[in-house]
């Protein structure tokens, strides 16, 4: 699973498109969570084992926790699936602007 999106880098060239998870952190005890998103060239580019070029984070508690057990029990769900489908509703971005970006990436 990854999401598919273009986004120039630091530099101003397009060349970021690939984005996966690379960390995740549960605590349900707490209900909070944490999740690194890694942003690569292309698929290849992680599976060469390239360094990400951008990385972003997303942080969960509270009402905003996404992994309770009666979601992760459902049929075809689990911690990645829901953590990409609460990346793709966040309404923050890397600078903390109040948008959706992730919102209209493709699913791969």
Not at 21 to 48: M, P
Request: contains cysteine; glycine residues 6%; negative net charge.
């Amino acid at each position: 699973m990854a999401l598919l999106k273009s986004k120039a880098d630091q530099y101003g060239n397009g060349g970021i498109s690939y984005w996966k998870i690379i960390e995740t952190n549960i605590n349900w005890l707490t209900k909070n969570s944490h999740c690194t998103l890694a942003g690569y060239v292309n698929q290849q580019a992680r599976l060469d084992n390239k360094q990400p070029l951008e990385s972003q984070s997303f942080d969960w508690s509270g009402d905003q926790f996404p992994f309770s057990l009666d979601v992760l029990n459902q049929e075809d769900e689990n911690v990645i699936k829901v953590a990409y489908g609460k990346i793709k509703e966040s309404k923050l971005d890397e600078n903390n602007v109040e948008q959706n970006w992730f919102a209209d990436a493709e699913d791969l």
